[in-house]
Nanobody
Framework: QTQLAESGGGLVQAGGSLRLSCAASGRTFSSYAMGWFRQAPGKEREFVAAIRGSTGLKLHADSVKGRFTISLDNAKNTVYLQMDSLKLEDTAVYYC?????????????????????WGKGTLVTVSS
């Protein structure tokens, strides 16, 4: 059974850091497009970052560029999201997702639609 499991969320003060992990099981995701998305209360889901393990290509949303970094450990089948300089507006549930067919650009443009697999999410709360 293919599963994605996020971890690493929690409560952090503004300006602080967190590292989210997304552990994949049931298949190898190195050729997949792996993405992080987030959804804040009362808001639509939005793209955060994406990576393709087979090429190393990465894409980050403008709102997190320079603060967040996506990475992938193919040996561990795990995707990470290093989040630095956190802001109050980064508070959201963060989801990991995978697509076998989408390009990183399409993944970003579709905002999470047409992904093949989703994790259950991990809550990140940034306090003042």
């Amino acid at each position: 059974q293919t599963q994605l499991a996020e971890s690493g969320g929690g409560l952090v003060q503004a300006g602080g850091s967190l590292r989210l992990s997304c552990a994949a099981s049931g298949r190898t995701f190195s050729s997949y497009a792996m993405g992080w998305f987030r959804q804040a209360p009362g808001k639509e889901r939005e793209f955060v970052a994406a990576i393709r393990g087979s090429t190393g290509l990465k894409l980050h949303a403008d709102s997190v560029k320079g603060r967040f970094t996506i990475s992938l450990d193919n040996a561990k089948n795990t995707v990470y999201l290093q989040m630095d300089s956190l802001k109050l507006e980064d508070t959201a549930v963060y989801y990991c997702a995978a697509s076998a067919s989408l390009s990183l650009v399409a993944l970003k443009a579709l905002g999470g639609n047409d992904m093949d697999y989703w994790g259950k999410g991990t809550l990140v709360t940034v306090s003042s």
